[in-house]
């Protein structure tokens, strides 16, 4: 592309929530680095969780912040932006549909995961079914769908350097069986579980594409509750594999709670009572590493982080044997919870409904190093879990801190790896680290709070870029936590 050089700078993918509307830009520029205030929150105080009434427009924009521009899209809207420090669109793209996420690569091409307006079944949250490529102009270049009553794609996508795409999908397994599986009848779903699955698509362009690789989270469960089924064993003995029983706590909802759900836009259109539960890993992001051959995903239920082997065939992934690592497709880590492998307790937990795990690049301070946004830190003071149970309850948005205190936080771990880049895990023990290198929490806790969607970028200088999704906030910080661009 002939004016694409100067775009050739670091570009961060942000996803918003469905909250951000209207991103108006303001003239009040502070050219320092700003203060931020530390308030002194009571029980009675409120945060409105979509941020509408937070300030809009450009606030911060310091000397000391990275150049380069941002790519985001509310996921409301069909559009995707490329916006530059002093708050302008410098250009945009048009789409069909509301899109999940994007990327954009070197020539100007950019890739969508787009959502089918028909989505059928899968009622989880970050459903697609679509993916496409378009050019700089916004011709369309590539279209493939994914999306049957028995499959969707969601939430997130890797394009791999040989042009190939990793999609993570949900496919559909019925309560006979689960109950096959070794889950618990009393806590399954009546619509069954949407366990995920990857799978490799070699795009056919201009309409389609090839799956030339899978992976299949029910290949790799284990159960304590049927010792009937061939998968059954002691959970602590098997940290590789998933248990099927874990956070098998069925949300508990009436039709008239998931009608109100609905109505606040925080529930799809085919949520019903009887598939609550059902998106059981709820997997919403994805990373390919090259150098390892390895891919990271992220899975909010769990409040883990799983690391997977891609050097097996589809065959050996499906097996506890195999591949460059040798585990076939079992975990070869996982981090933020030990818990789910009965290793740990709730004193143990790191993670908390997490979104957008990557790995830091080579050359970036903390290479090799992951980073990751942790959503919903538990408060002590909280009377309900998560936001969602609390505006179920509460039937608002503004919501006060006695009724919930969580709040988010971004942190940087380092996997614990030896000689051979082995990820170590002691007899009896657990992955580490026990605890991150680096972390980003507000200085007064409550007012850095984004319990779903959001994200976390390193940069190039070691400064974050972090996106608070349901505010649509995005800022950039520095390793001691001051805010230079916001």
Known sequence: MRHLNKFLLPV????????????TQSNSTETLTAEVPVKEWVPEDTRNVAGLDAKRGLIINSPDATPGYI????????ATWLMNLEGEIVHEWKGEYNTLNSYLQDDGRIFRLDRDPDFPVFAGGGQSGILREYSWDGELLWDFKYATDQYLTHHDFAIMPNGNILAISWEVKTPEECAAAGRDPEQTPKAGLWPDKIIEIEPQRPEGGKIVWEWHMWDHLVQDFDETKANYGTIADHPRKINV???????QMTQEQVDAMKKQGNMTSNATPDNRGSDMAHVNAIVYNPKLDQMVISSAAFSEIWVIDHSTTTEEAKGSSGGKWGHGGDLL???????????GGVEDQRLFGQHDVKWIPEGYPGAGNMTVFSNEIFGPESKFPNVFAAMGALETIDISIGDLSNYSAVYEFSPTVDENGTYVLEEGGTF????????????????????FVSGVHRMKNGNTFITSGPQGRFMEVTPDGNIVWE
């Open 245 to 251: 029983n874990a956070h098998a706590h069925l949300p």
């Open 71 to 78: 790519l985001f899209h509310p996921s409301a809207g069909s």
């Open 333 to 343: 880590y996982r981090w933020g919870n030990p818990s789910n492998y009965g290793r």
């Open 12 to 23: 961060i993918t942000l996803i918003l929530s469905a909250w951000c509307f209207s991103c």
């Open 432 to 451: 580490g680290p026990s605890e991150p290198v680096w972390s980003y929490k507000a200085p007064d806790l409550y007012s850095f709070y984004g319990p």
